[in-house]
């Protein structure tokens, strides 16, 4: 089950690397390819929630084996979700083309989104192929600086000097919280392997 996870997430990793890059460049091409692949990660999710179904209805695990079965049931819709985002930023570059989606003002700001989204997702392919909870951490610090980034996108679209158009105002909305929520998912994967791991929940500070 670990070995599909690790496949999963590194189809996610190399989705929202495509994805951003179509959205930054504006490469129709490049959209069209994570859109197509997100059924191939819906697949492998389907087929990953049918086996664990079937373990524990025939072998009733116990104790690590449970919580194994549990959690990658649980981190399998997170790694479906991050894969939709990854297409609906694609999506997004598709509808814009040849056009970019953001006006220049915002551009720097959701190249730094998607360089943090990708570095993410890689880093949760290791954390699920080793449980090195320092990656855990790193994912955790990582998701706060795409929240602030995020915080920025809207500061600037609600800002008296934004002259974007309705169109503009609406996709950098979009696109931001399509970044924003691609991490959240990450780093719930990320509690999720940390409770595999050690058996105990991680609570947010509050």
Same mark, same amino acid.
């Given at each position: 089950?670990?070995?599909?996870?690790?496949?999963?997430?590194?189809?996610?990793?190399?989705?929202?690397?495509?994805?951003?890059?179509?959205?930054?460049?504006?490469?129709?091409?490049?959209?069209?390819?994570?859109?197509?692949?997100?059924?191939?990660?819906?697949?492998?999710?389907?087929?990953?929630?049918?086996?664990?179904?079937?373990?524990?209805?025939?072998?009733?695990?116990? +104790?690590?084996?449970? *919580?194994?079965? #549990?959690?990658?049931? !649980?981190?399998?819709?997170? =790694?479906? &979700?991050?894969? %939709?985002?990854?297409?609906?930023?694609?999506?997004?570059?598709?509808?814009?083309?040849?056009?970019?989606?953001?006006?220049?003002?915002?551009?720097?700001?959701? +190249?730094?989104?998607? *360089?943090?989204? #990708?570095?993410?997702? !890689?880093?949760?392919?290791? =954390?699920? &192929?080793?449980? %090195?909870?320092?990656?855990?951490?790193?994912?955790?610090?990582?998701?706060?600086?795409?929240?602030?980034?995020?915080?920025?996108?809207?500061?600037?679209?609600?800002?008296?000097?934004?002259?974007?158009?309705?169109?503009?105002?609406?996709?950098?909305?979009?696109?931001? &919280?399509?970044?924003?929520?691609?991490?959240?998912?990450?780093?719930?994967?990320?509690?999720?392997?940390?409770?595999?791991?050690?058996?105990?929940?991680?609570?947010?500070?509050?």
């Amino acid at each position: 089950m670990r070995e599909r996870l690790v496949t999963i997430s590194d189809l996610v990793a190399n989705s929202i690397e495509l994805a951003t890059r179509a959205f930054n460049e504006s490469d129709v091409a490049l959209a069209e390819t994570v859109i197509a692949e997100d059924d191939r990660i819906d697949e492998l999710v389907l087929s990953l929630d049918e086996l664990a179904i079937n373990i524990l209805a025939r072998q009733q695990p116990v +104790a690590r084996d449970l *919580r194994i079965v #549990v959690s990658a049931l !649980r981190i399998s819709a997170s =790694l479906e &979700r991050m894969g %939709d985002m990854s297409s609906h930023i694609a999506q997004l570059a598709r509808y814009r083309y040849p056009d970019k989606v953001v006006p220049k003002g915002l551009r720097s700001t959701f +190249a730094e989104m998607g *360089r943090l989204d #990708v570095g993410m997702a !890689r880093k949760l392919t290791e =954390l699920l &192929r080793t449980e %090195d909870l320092d990656l855990a951490e790193e994912i955790r610090n990582d998701d706060d600086d795409i929240d602030d980034l995020h915080l920025k996108v809207f500061d600037k679209v609600l800002g008296e000097t934004w002259k974007g158009a309705a169109v503009d105002t609406v996709d950098a909305t979009l696109a931001s &919280r399509y970044h924003e929520r691609f991490a959240d998912h990450a780093v719930s994967i990320a509690k999720k392997v940390q409770y595999l791991a050690t058996g105990d929940w991680v609570v947010p500070a509050s």
